[in-house]
């Protein structure tokens, strides 16, 4: 039997002159992780700081030191450092999450790195830079996407099923501002996309999910 993956106390995170408790993986979590997740594009684990604004800390500007990281695809960290709510110990307790977080990481990188990579600045081809993922981020929206979204999205046979109800629920917006803008537009190629890319997630965790776009 796999023995569960729990987060641990971490007070590593510094934001000005104050030390933040967050939590996080153990190495040797991380080490199982990569073994696990290789599939998914997971090349290791290592410990490494790094520091920017992120979610994990209200965007505030933070350094954090010797955090434990997958490594992925190579240039890409993945910081195993969250915070202190349900959504993180859901990652580790369900196991569509994980897979889950790939898909939607994947997607944000493609689409909004900007969202995903803390400091995003986009590397060339001859000098690709280091990126780390705002994994504090990514996971609160796979809890947007699951907890909120996952369940209702599960039973829609239909566009106009998912439309009425995110017109509520607002799981997907294209930016636009106005009484009768339209929240998810079927002609935006990046709302398509996001539509399809959370139909594969909630899937994940309920397989009778109908692709329906």
Same mark, same amino acid.
Not at 110 to 116: C, V
Not at 133 to 148: C, G, M, P, Q
Not at 158 to 169: A, K, P, T
Not at 195 to 202: E, G, N, P, Y
């Given at each position: 039997?796999?023995?569960?993956?729990?987060?641990?106390?971490?007070?590593?995170?510094? &934001?000005?002159?104050?030390?933040?408790?967050?939590?996080?993986?153990?190495?040797? +979590?991380? !080490?199982?992780?990569?073994?696990?997740?290789?599939?998914?594009?997971? +090349?290791?684990?290592?410990?490494?700081?790094? &520091?920017?604004? #992120? $979610?994990?800390?209200?965007?505030?500007?933070? #350094?954090? %030191? #010797?955090?434990?990281?997958?490594? $992925?695809?190579?240039?890409?960290?993945?910081?195993?450092?969250?915070?202190?709510?349900?959504?993180?110990?859901?990652?580790?307790?369900?196991? !569509?999450?994980?897979?889950?977080?790939?898909?939607?990481?994947?997607?944000?990188?493609? =689409?909004?790195?900007?969202?995903?990579?803390?400091?995003?600045?986009?590397? *060339?081809?001859?000098? &690709?830079? %280091?990126?780390?993922? *705002?994994?504090?981020?990514?996971?609160?929206?796979?809890?947007?996407?699951? *907890?909120?979204?996952?369940?209702?999205? !599960?039973?829609?046979? =239909?566009?106009?099923?998912?439309?009425?109800?995110?017109?509520?629920?607002?799981?997907?917006?294209?930016?636009?501002?106005?009484?009768? #803008?339209?929240?998810? +537009?079927? *002609?935006?190629?990046?709302?398509?996309?996001?539509?399809?890319?959370?139909?594969?997630?909630?899937?994940?965790? $309920?397989?009778?999910?109908?692709?329906?776009?």
């Amino acid at each position: 039997m796999e023995e569960e993956i729990t987060l641990k106390p971490f007070r590593r995170v510094l &934001s000005g002159y104050e030390v933040l408790s967050k939590t996080a993986l153990t190495i040797q +979590d991380c !080490s199982e992780l990569a073994d696990k997740y290789k599939q998914f594009g997971v +090349d290791g684990y290592r410990i490494g700081d790094y &520091s920017g604004p #992120s $979610y994990l800390n209200r965007y505030l500007e933070c #350094s954090i %030191k #010797s955090a434990p990281m997958l490594v $992925y695809k190579r240039n890409i960290f993945i910081p195993m450092v969250f915070r202190g709510a349900k959504e993180s110990q859901r990652l580790f307790r369900e196991p !569509s999450r994980m897979p889950g977080f790939f898909v939607l990481l994947d997607w944000l990188i493609e =689409n909004r790195p900007e969202k995903a990579i803390i400091n995003y600045r986009a590397p *060339d081809e001859f000098h &690709s830079e %280091k990126m780390y993922v *705002d994994s504090a981020y990514v996971a609160f929206r796979l809890s947007e996407i699951l *907890d909120v979204g996952g369940f209702p999205i !599960s039973r829609f046979e =239909n566009l106009e099923e998912f439309i009425v109800w995110n017109r509520i629920y607002h799981l997907i917006e294209n930016g636009q501002i106005g009484r009768h #803008s339209r929240i998810f +537009d079927e *002609d935006n190629p990046i709302n398509v996309s996001e539509l399809k890319m959370i139909l594969q997630v909630v899937q994940l965790k $309920y397989p009778e999910t109908t692709f329906f776009i």
